[in-house]
Structures are given as structure tokens and as C-alpha cells.
């Protein structure tokens, strides 16, 4: 059983270069989140999706985009990448409701 | 203010010790509590899932929660090396079931 599995595990960007972070869940979870997580900083929601067809944005969401493809991935999109974006990124999935969330193993991303 | 607080130590406790880990938070609505561990360059993972008050065992941990102090803990006995992680608690309720997390507390156990 994968659980969560993020593409790719590793990136490096050039500032203004646009990528993709991929993120696919088999646990048949309704809800799906993207943190971001920066030293002394804690895990910050950057989007979530409650459920296919829907995203809302979380507490940083600027200068990001998301797509909820359909219930097993939710892809996170950098459109012009800024070397404050240089972080570690976390996918997650949950059943819904008050249910614990399950994580990905990141995505180390530098923007230089 | 952080709606959840946490020190982020770091905690150096020597092998065998009990350690106690904790975390404070502001919204009386939260019910649903979760602590994570952490290692190094790995993602977050499931450690504790606590609904309300109370204490619930698991092996060698022990999550807590005092919601009338909004102050819960995890205690880890008989502590080893590889404990040695980041612990992150997070909690969820009052109609927002997006889970909030702490900052994290690295703990070093020493051999």
C-alpha cells in the first residue's frame, strides 16, 4: 500500500521557471492538502481540496496554483517560480470529517 | 498569536528517560488531536490520534489531553535513540476539519 506518493522527490528551479509538484493518494481519501514547511516556520497550508471538483486556499496560497485532477491527485503548480518558494513540500490526504491526515514524503525544492 | 503553540527545543534527554512533549492551543472548539513524528528529511507520520479529553496509550507512548487547560502531551517511556525525531502535535474541530499544526519540538535522545 503507497499511501501518498509525491513526484518528484527532489528539484531545482531557476527563478521564473514554472514546475508542477505531483501528489497521488490510493487510500481513497475525499480530502487532499498541500503544506509547505520552512525551518521554524511549522507545516503552513498553502491549498486543500475537500473533495473532487473543489479547492480552496489555505493560509499561503500566493503564488500558487492548484488542480484537483480527480479524487486520487491534487497537483500543485509554481507559475513563476521566486526563490522564497525554496522550501520542503508535503502532500496530504484525510477521509474528511475529523479524520487524521496522511503525508507524502515531500518535495525539496530550491530556487536560485 | 499562534492558534497552537510548541516549543521547538531542541529536547536532549538521555536514553531511557521519559520524555514529555507538549503543546498549548487558543480555540476551545478543537476536539480531534494528533501527534506526528518527524525524522529527519522524511515526511510527517501518525503517531497518536486522541478525540475530547483524556489519555489514550499506545506502547511506550501516551498522548494526553486537558482541554479545560488546552494543554495536551505526549509522553514517550523508556526513550531510545531512534526516537530521536521532530514531534509535531495538530488538532482539528469546530467545524473546520482541516487539521492546525505546532511548530514541532526536535527531541535528541542520547545513548
Known amino acids: 500500500n503507497a499511501g501518498v506518493t509525491q513526484t518528484p522527490k527532489f528539484q531545482v528551479l531557476k527563478t521564473g521557471q514554472s514546475m508542477t509538484l505531483q501528489c497521488a493518494q490510493d487510500?481513497?481519501?475525499?480530502?487532499m492538502y498541500w503544506y509547505r514547511q520552512d525551518p521554524g516556520m511549522g507545516l503552513r497550508l498553502i491549498y486543500y481540496?475537500?473533495?473532487?471538483?473543489?479547492?480552496d486556499k489555505g493560509e499561503v496560497p500566493n503564488g500558487y496554483n492548484v488542480s484537483r485532477l480527480n479524487k486520487r491527485e491534487f497537483s500543485l503548480r509554481l507559475e513563476s517560480a521566486a526563490p522564497s518558494q525554496t522550501s520542503v513540500y508535503f502532500c496530504?490526504?484525510?477521509?474528511?470529517?475529523?479524520?487524521?491526515?496522511?503525508f507524502g514524503q515531500g518535495t525539496r525544492l530550491t530556487v536560485v | 498569536q499562534k492558534e497552537v503553540e510548541q516549543d521547538p527545543g531542541p529536547l536532549s534527554v538521555p536514553e531511557g528517560a521519559i520524555v514529555s512533549l507538549n503543546c498549548t492551543y487558543s480555540?476551545?472548539?478543537?476536539?480531534?488531536f494528533m501527534w506526528y513524528r518527524q525524522y529527519s528529511r522524511k515526511g510527517p507520520e501518525l503517531l497518536m490520534y486522541?478525540?475530547?479529553?483524556g489519555n489514550k496509550e499506545d506502547g511506550r507512548f501516551t498522548a494526553q489531553v486537558d482541554k479545560s487547560s488546552k494543554y495536551i502531551s505526549l509522553f514517550i517511556r523508556d526513550s531510545q535513540p531512534s526516537d530521536s525525531a521532530t514531534y509535531l502535535c495538530?488538532?482539528?474541530?469546530?467545524?473546520?476539519?482541516?487539521?492546525?499544526f505546532g511548530r514541532g519540538t526536535s527531541l535528541i535522545v542520547h545513548p
Open positions: 487510500m481513497n481519501h475525499n480530502s
Open positions: 496530504a490526504s484525510s477521509g474528511g470529517g475529523n479524520t487524521e491526515a496522511f
Open positions: 481540496s475537500a473533495s473532487e471538483g473543489t479547492t
Open positions: 480555540n476551545s472548539a478543537f476536539q480531534y
Open positions: 495538530a488538532m482539528s474541530g469546530g467545524g473546520s476539519y482541516i487539521p492546525t
Open positions: 486522541t478525540y475530547s479529553s
